[in-house]
Structures are given as C-alpha cells and as structure tokens.
C-alpha cells in the first residue's frame, strides 16, 4: 500500500483545512487509517484514527471537538477535516495504515505517507 498525503497549506488561526489520504491498492479498505503529525523540533504525535469499517474513530484530546477522522473506502481516501484551528496545530501532517498495535503509537502503523505540511498564522 502506497499513501498520498495532500491538503495541506497555510490558514489563519480559527480557519479550516481538509486533508486527504490517498492510496493504492484494494488492501487499504482493509486497514484501520490514523493520522499523526510531527512540528519542528518535537517527536510525532497521534492525532486522529479510524476504524476499517469505519465504526470506530479515536482522537487527540486536544482536537476531539475540532477534527474529524472519516473514509471512503470505494475511493480509497481517507480524510481529516480540521476546523478551528490554532498555531499549535502547525506541523508536518502524515496519514498511516494498518495498525497492528496500539494505535496511539507510531511504531503500530505499516504503512506511511510523506506528509503535507499545515501551517498556522496567528
């Protein structure tokens, strides 16, 4: 599975981004998907997972009531919908599969994408 990370770009604070997962192949439908992010100068973090079958969806406590995690398995896209948005959320933003672990963790995921970058303006 090859994964495309795109949407990204500069916002102002309070504004709103989407950012999509794109991938190949039929395995993805498969997959749980997460997205995690990493800013200058600090370790990546979780931000936000979904389930295969999109039941289930985990979130940073710092973006539950902002970001939405969701897919489309028919186009095997995922999604990150990112309203309200702060400075701290400014970081380079990766899309992983297939988690095999605690989803939380980076070292879970099988699959990565190259990260697109959001930058936020105070």
């Known amino acids: 599975v090859q994964l495309q990370a795109s949407g990204g770009g500069l916002v102002q604070a309070g504004g709103s981004l989407r950012l999509s997962c794109k991938a190949s192949?039929?395995?993805?439908?498969?997959?749980?998907v997460g997205w995690f992010r990493q800013a200058p100068g600090k370790e990546r973090e979780f931000v936000a997972a979904?389930?295969?079958?999109?039941?289930?969806?985990y979130y940073k406590d710092s973006v539950k009531d902002r970001f939405t995690i969701s897919r489309d398995n028919a186009k095997n896209t995922a999604f990150l919908q990112m309203n309200s948005l702060k400075p701290e959320d400014t970081a380079v933003y990766y899309c992983?599969?297939?988690?095999?672990?605690?989803?939380?963790?980076?070292?879970?995921?099988?699959?990565w994408g190259q990260g697109t970058l959001v930058t936020v303006s105070s």
């Open positions: 979904i389930s295969w079958v999109a039941t289930n969806t």
């Open positions: 192949g039929r395995a993805f439908r498969n997959y749980s």
């Open positions: 992983a599969a297939q988690s095999t672990g605690t989803h939380t963790e980076s070292r879970s995921w099988g699959y």
